[in-house]
């Protein structure tokens, strides 16, 4: 449902909220911010529809993370990541390379 750029955008919200809390959800969003911005934009208010492509696209994240955590622990402890291996991580597991930076860290 979401574009490249949104997904990115939102993964990066995710990315800094589960830094603080890992139980923050984009589906605790108040229903009125999902309305206002809804009709800012001129859509209609259609907040359960909105919550749902969320949900959808928190849980795609959570499974790249989970597997992107997998592939990482294959690679050699402490030993930097060559630009190479980010080139490989994007494109075979479409782990870009700051969420490559932020699981190793």
Do not use: C, N
Request: net charge neutral.
């Amino acid at each position: 449902m979401f574009g490249y750029v949104l997904r990115r955008l939102l993964r990066r919200v995710l990315t800094a909220l589960w830094r603080e809390d890992r139980g923050w959800s984009l589906e605790q969003l108040p229903t009125a911010l999902i309305e206002h911005t809804l009709t800012q934009f001129g859509q209609q208010p259609d907040a359960v529809r909105v919550r749902e492509a969320l949900r959808e696209e928190e849980q795609r994240f959570r499974g790249l993370l989970e597997r992107g955590r997998k592939v990482l622990a294959r690679f050699e402890p402490g030993r930097p990541l060559s630009e190479e291996d980010l080139v490989f991580l994007h494109e075979t597991h479409g782990l870009p390379r700051e969420l490559v930076t932020e699981l190793l860290a």
